[in-house]
């Protein structure tokens, strides 16, 4: 079978990857605290070389290139836009860090801080998720006390009737050892395959009433889905041209014979 149908088919393979990873961050342009994803590719070697039956710089036909293969996924962490909101519980972080929630006694890192109270006073994310303070203890507030709010140095504070603050927790700021111990879980949180570190608080730096967006930027990724969808295009041509020309080749054939 001729060698370019299989580079076309890698070829094909890999673009389809690369477009459900450009569709899937197009659709969360607008989650807060998305970190968008790239996809790796690897270029291969000859099937020959792959399995060892022959070495590379033979200078023969097996040193063509062997297509590509997609590699893996990785995550780009950096910091997406702010906006404000004007919400006492919305809180972003400047740098680094990440917020440590929790769900079904699973604990994980986000950098979404649009939070909540709900009805027994715990502060929850937008999916139900508990937020911890360092200590990996839930945030807990009294409903009858008065509104709370997050303040910039992550304390959580309720306005009592006489108009004072109030402290009476505080949101936990943590940072893995590694961002590669990062596994995405959801569309804006992280499973953290090590230890975290509490984030000291003279070295964090929070916004109240502010959100950290999407790093996803919509013009930039539409062209990269154009661009993958003609490589497509391109290696299913191929493809398709490959299969007539076998086709045809058959046909001669059968007709000789």
């Known amino acids: 079978m001729p060698y370019g149908l299989y580079l076309a088919a890698d070829g094909a393979n890999v673009q389809s ?36 039956l022959d070495q590379p710089g033979r200078q023969g036909v ?7 293969r997609f590699f893996e ?13 004007g919400m006492n519980t919305d809180v972003a972080i400047l740098g680094d860090g990440f917020f440590q929630v929790e769900k079904d006694g699973e604990k994980y890192l986000t950098r979404a801080g649009n939070f909540s109270i709900d009805a027994q006073g715990n502060m929850l994310t937008q999916e139900g998720e508990r937020v911890l303070t360092g ?34 927790s505080e949101v936990g700021v943590v940072r893995p050892a ?16 090590g230890p975290v570190a509490v984030v000291p608080p003279d070295e964090r730096r ?4 502010y959100l950290e967006y999407s790093g996803v930027q919509a013009t930039s990724e539409m062209m ?34």
């Open 17 to 52: 990857k690369r477009l459900e990873m450009l569709a899937n961050n197009l659709a969360n342009v607008d989650t807060v605290g998305f970190k968008r994803e790239l996809a790796m590719f690897q270029a291969r070697a000859a099937e020959a070389i792959e399995q060892g």
């Open 62 to 68: 097996n040193d063509l290139s062997g297509g590509v």
């Open 73 to 85: 996924t990785v995550t780009d962490f950096s910091t997406g836009p702010l906006k404000h909101t």
């Open 135 to 168: 200590g990996g203890t839930p945030v807990v507030v009294d409903r009858e006390l008065g509104p709370a709010g997050i303040g910039e140095d992550g304390a959580v504070y309720q306005i009592a009737p006489d108009g004072q603050r109030v402290a009476v």
């Open 178 to 193: 590694s961002l590669g111990d990062l596994v995405k879980r959801g569309e804006n949180r992280f499973y953290p395959l």
């Open 206 to 209: 929070l916004r109240s009433g």
């Open 224 to 257: 990269q889905l154009i661009e993958a969808t003609r490589a497509m295009e391109m290696n299913v041509n191929m493809i398709r041209n490959h299969d007539q020309m076998l086709s045809g080749i058959t046909n001669r054939m059968l007709r000789q014979s």
